[in-house]
């Protein structure tokens, strides 16, 4: 592997004990997302910077964004393919380089020319996935958006040739992750992985987003990491935890205690890069100073907090993810296809996705310990393996008060737990 790069940079602050943290932050003004990134370097943490796209070029609607540019409309985001490649130029200008890389962050289940524009700026890392990047988002069809995810893959390790190391992080790990218990989330992660190495990318990281427990999430990274280990033995590659990805708590005091629970996943766990979320998330889009406070805070608490990993796979969620890898890659030796082939069978099946291409019969919920459960595996290849606990009949206001559960739980005040915001008592 070579010494440049994404990748590179991560493994080498884990090396030397240092957890990466990143901020999601895009803005459409070019002057504001350069002001972002210097923020996000000059952070008193050890960071990667965050080029976060709109949403018109997330879904393909380039004359729409390339309007919004013109006529100076504020975006959700960074029009990276509308924006001129000189105004680009200007915004990473003395930012990106060896000390301080930046990835770009999308959505979009369609990324050829997002990856074509980052490459022709000089970024070579990015992140998504054929299945993370359809399945949650819109109605692609999934055969569509594995081919589009078989030819960007292609054109980012195309960079190899120039002398660079491209980075893709699999957002596997997170897909509709609120409510879909972490064996499935793990095995989506390796999936994903593993179709980008047989596509040519040989540094990536795997995702995975913090749920309801943190014991079960300590297990799913363990288990993630052995999966890895196992399937990945010829690629460099790291974990990266997102910090909780639904209804962030609402009380500044329940946010940082939600991230600081991330902050210390992430390092116990042994993980080299956390995503963190801000006090603002329940409310609106966070300020670059917001983003730069919770940098600085996940960095706080990470250096606290000792490593402590646990064996990956002596645990029902390792048994579950492996069950699931083998299942899929015994489908058919071309991943992609085996991908669809998973998807159209049942074999994979994301529990509450409305997509037309997931079948739809798994159903999960949250039980009184907190850990996420399965109360019905459909065709999944989980008999014997899961433990399925049968629940009553789910109502509607039974999903939406499972889906702020981690938000009540954190908001609850308890006076026996502070963060590292509060000074200790004497």
Request: glycine share 8%; net charge negative.
């Amino acid at each position: 592997m070579t010494g440049v790069g994404f990748g590179a940079f991560v493994r080498r602050a884990h090396d030397a004990g240092h957890l990466v943290v990143q901020p999601r932050m895009g803005m459409s003004s070019p002057e504001l997302m350069r002001a972002g990134l210097l923020a996000t370097r000059d952070a008193a943490a050890t960071t990667v910077g965050t080029i976060t796209l709109d949403s018109y070029t997330r879904v393909g609607d380039l004359e729409s964004a390339k309007l919004a540019v013109l006529e100076g409309v504020a975006l959700n985001g960074y029009p990276i393919v509308s924006h001129e490649r000189t105004t680009t130029l200007q915004v990473l200008d003395g930012v990106h380089g060896p000390r301080f890389p930046v990835q770009v962050r999308h959505g979009s289940a369609a990324p050829q020319d997002i990856f074509r524009a980052l490459t022709a700026v000089g970024l070579d890392a990015s992140e998504g996935g054929p299945v993370s990047y359809c399945l949650p988002y819109g109605r692609v069809p999934l055969r569509d958006s594995v081919a589009h995810w078989a030819v960007s893959c292609e054109l980012l390790a195309a960079l190899r040739g120039s002398g660079a190391e491209p980075h893709l992080e699999t957002f596997g790990g997170c897909v509709l992750g609120q409510l879909c218990p972490p064996g499935l989330l793990v095995a989506v992660s390796v999936l994903e992985a593993m179709f980008f190495r047989r596509h040519g990318i040989r540094s990536i990281s795997l995702s995975y987003a913090q749920q309801t427990d943190p014991r079960q999430d300590t297990e799913a990274v363990a288990a993630l990491r052995a999966l890895c280990a196992r399937f990945l033995p010829d690629t460099e590659w790291h974990v990266v935890v997102y910090a909780y990805m639904g209804l962030f708590p609402e009380t500044e005091e329940g946010a940082y205690r939600l991230l600081g629970k991330a902050a210390e996943l992430a390092v116990a766990s042994g993980s080299e890069r956390l995503i963190v979320k801000t006090v603002a998330e329940s409310r609106r889009i966070p300020t670059v100073a917001e983003n730069v406070a919770a940098l600085e805070y996940a960095a706080t608490v990470a250096a606290r907090t000792a490593r402590a990993p646990l064996d990956g796979t002596g645990t029902q969620t390792y048994a579950e993810a492996s069950a699931l890898v083998e299942a899929v890659l015994s489908l058919d030796d071309d991943l992609g296809a085996a991908l669809l082939t998973a998807f159209a069978e049942g074999c994979l099946d994301v529990p509450y996705c409305l997509h037309p291409d997931n079948a739809g019969f798994s159903r999960s919920y949250i039980d009184a310990a907190g850990r996420l459960c399965w109360s019905d595996i459909g065709k999944m290849p989980l008999n014997g393996i899961a433990e399925v606990r049968p629940a009553q009949a789910i109502t509607s206001a039974d999903l939406l008060g499972s889906l702020s559960y981690v938000r009540r739980s954190y908001d609850r005040h308890d006076p026996g737990e502070r963060t590292a915001r509060e000074p200790a008592h004497p």
